[in-house]
């Protein structure tokens, strides 16, 4: 028996309405959950939060990053993904942690096992928060891009299996890898897909591992991702000056209407988020990017006829295989496989005029210049100091004798050796000649 209750002028059944009641609790269960992610964070009412969780399938979508990758994680605008690499490393990554846990921000770290080894506790921090886990090789050495292959496998599983020690629990591990330095090989690449393990890239870095102040971090994140627009974020949680500008980053992101995306890997249990393949492209509707090309491409040439033409023969190249070749305007001797000196072109005019040089006739010419032309003016008398050395020559001669030792051609000074004094404008003082030891010297 079906039961009719009268709802204004039409009358349904009470069970079409008892199950229409039951569709509402339903929706509204499954939407308390979203809400209190971002609304309901202990101690914050307004953190951050996560907005929502994306489950993806390593083994479908092997490789993520636009950094290196055409493909990334399926989000929608403005959703961002933050990861944290090298760690764990107290303080800093607890403080880290900490800031996470205040704003109710789930991320994603790359472990490196040898830190797992030594500092176990922080690994089991992260996961107790709630963390996604992935690894970051043992060693975290900055040669993946040229080291054997064997070597790159030693260091991924060496990485995973000291992660898996610390957390007592190789499940609690995400099927996430990212390949330090972002050096990758395709042999790395090759054999993490085989293993089931996605490799991870970046959609842009904040350069954290720099030397730079935490207040450069801060601009080039939010300043880069404003430029995407949404994307996987790459930072160390190993870095002071990421742990000191993180609370401000979470604060900004909220501000400027950001959403944070947890990813977790696909289980039994938890089946993959429905995705379309147009989804795991950063910017799908846009247009495609013209491709670069590492090495200059073959040009492509289109022939406009297709009519052949006929080969020159070897009389057309003028080739010299002779052992000798003379040629006509000089005695020239050339090589052999040498090409003939006359096929080279020779310049072309230049687009200035040349003046040519006008020859000088012979009735303009000067007469030969005299001698006396050549001839110095004499020069005005001046009296030296003689300083002689010791001599018979010097000794005889009489203090008022006159020696010249100018030169007749030269007219140059005239030197007198006399008792008087004569001084000429502008000069120094002339002293009276005398004999004394030593060279000739000009006062």
Same mark, same amino acid.
């Given at each position: ?87 764990? @490393? ?76 610390? @957390? ?81 980053? @979470? ?62 023969? @070897? ?129």
């Amino acid at each position: 028996m079906i039961n009719f209750v009268s709802v204004g002028h039409r009358a349904r059944p009470l069970s079409v309405l008892a199950s229409a009641f039951g569709l509402a609790l339903l929706a509204t269960s499954l939407l308390v959950p979203t809400a209190a992610r971002a609304d309901g964070c202990p101690g914050n009412p307004g953190a951050l939060g996560t907005s929502r969780t994306l489950v993806i399938d390593p083994t479908e979508h092997t490789k993520v990053g636009t950094m290196q990758y055409s493909e990334t994680l399926p989000l929608k605008d403005h959703e961002v993904v933050l990861t944290f690499d090298d760690g764990p @490393l107290p303080p800093h990554s607890n403080q880290v942690l900490e800031t996470l846990a205040s704003e109710c921000v789930k991320a994603t770290f790359f472990i490196i096992g040898r830190m797992a080894h030594q500092f176990p506790d922080g690994v089991r921090r992260v996961r107790d928060a709630g963390h996604t886990i992935g690894t970051h090789s043992e060693n975290h050495p900055l040669s993946f891009n040229r080291m054997p292959v064997e070597r790159a496998m030693q260091e991924i599983n060496d990485g995973i299996e000291h992660t898996a020690a610390a @957390l007592g629990d190789r499940s609690a591990i995400a099927p996430f890898f990212r390949i330090p330095g972002l050096l990758r090989a395709e042999g790395v690449e090759e054999y993490l897909a085989s293993q089931g393990i996605m490799t991870w890239s970046a959609d842009f870095p904040a350069d954290d591992w720099r030397h730079i102040s935490s207040a450069q971090v801060l601009h080039l994140a939010l300043t880069r991702l404003e430029a995407k627009g949404k994307g996987i974020l790459l930072l160390h949680d190993i870095q002071g000056r990421t742990s000191a500008m993180l609370p401000t980053l @979470l604060r900004e992101l909220k501000a400027r209407g950001y959403k944070i995306v947890h990813v977790v890997p696909a289980t039994p249990d938890r089946p993959k988020t429905p995705t379309e393949p147009r989804d795991w492209l950063l910017h799908p509707d846009a247009a495609p990017a013209a491709a670069v090309a590492s090495w200059p491409a073959v040009p492509r040439f289109v022939y406009t006829q297709t009519g052949a033409m006929v080969a020159p023969g @070897l009389e057309d190249t003028r080739y010299a295989d002779d052992m000798t070749v003379f040629h006509r305007p000089r005695d020239r001797v050339f090589r052999p496989g040498r090409f003939a000196a006359d096929t080279v072109p020779l310049p072309p005019e230049p687009l200035w005029p040349r003046s040519a040089l006008k020859a000088v006739s012979p009735v303009n010419d000067l007469p030969a210049p005299d001698r006396s032309v050549f001839r110095a003016p004499p020069m005005p008398r001046a009296e030296l100091k003689l300083m002689a050395r010791h001599g018979t020559q010097h000794a005889q001669q009489s203090p008022s004798a006159k020696v010249d030792t100018a030169v007749e051609t030269t007219g140059s000074i005239r030197v007198q050796p006399t008792t008087g004094h004569q001084q000429l404008p502008g000069s120094w003082p002339v002293t009276p000649i005398g004999l004394h030891r030593g060279p000739l010297t000009l006062r």
